[in-house]
């Protein structure tokens, strides 16, 4: 056995001892135990018209809308455990994370909100740095029967944008070998600043290990790379093997490997504006359909023509947005100029999606 076979070898049974020791270990808590939970929020937390949403310690949660819990927050509560849930649920103390990163993305959504009208404001705010929060109840359902809630929240695409844009402007002003580890920093800074939700993981893994590989004159593949991030972020985050987000990200990003060339080739005659988003939507929906239609018992066939339709806009509204709120944390009358530039791409997105939910 060669040496690079030994060592897949070697790593795929290191992985599978440590999932399964993780997922063979005992649960830490016992039907009808009363608990106290500290712990920090690491997701934006989902907010219904009469709760809000949260998973802490493994533990479904459902608070009283007010106050608020935000990401990065760090929460005490206590309740009784009723299988994955934990139920009787009393709020201790919420207390707000001060680091830098979460107190920009805070003043982020506040300029979103003051800027724009509500459910477009939330539509800036998902797919600039992944806020979910303040998304409307009744848009939310229009997103999930249309097949486009994955749209509204920061992705592999944003992660994608920042890095190029981040790229461009470092390599006009020092050398590429040096603009390389500020990009990625500023990859990493905005994963965290967007919630650090799986596929933001996966796509900062992997335009690392591209970066990485352009600065040491290697060649990257990206088949390998998906699945070499697949194996780091299990092995340091086990649970992720169960996450939707986890495997709807993954399974995308392998159906766009295999079948966008081919659809994109075979469409040719579809408008430009257009071709993008119908390629990568059909590719994608070939993996994730099947997943889609076992989790919740349905699929919107004509959600890869809804995605052709709005995906063009995601672009331009998350390069409006981020311009946009960082004039405003500086000067917020420029910022709600630069920010109502996306008022007809939001309008475009928010009319599309309604009608076809």
Known sequence: MTNGKLFWVLIVVFLTIRLTLYFTSPSPFSDGDKIRITSQVTSEPIRYSDSQYLRLKGLKIYLPLYPEASYGDRIVVEGVVKGDKLSDVTLIEIKENQGALYRIRKRLLEVYNKALPRTDAALISGVTIGSKASIPRDFWESLKLSGTAHVVVASGMNVTLVAGFLMSFFVGILPRRRAIPIVLIGVWLYSVMSGFDAPIVRAAIMGSIAFTAQELGKLYMAFRALIICAILMLFFKP????????????????????????????IRYVPSIFKEGLSTSLAAQIGVAPVLYYTFGQFNYLSPLINAAVLWTIAPMTVIGLIGGIVGLLFFPFGKIILLLSYPLTSWFVFIVKHAG
């Open 239 to 266: 649970e992720w093997l169960t996450d939707l987000g986890f495997i709807l990200s993954f399974i995308a990003t392998g159906s766009l490997m295999l079948f966008e060339p081919f659809i994109s080739r075979k």
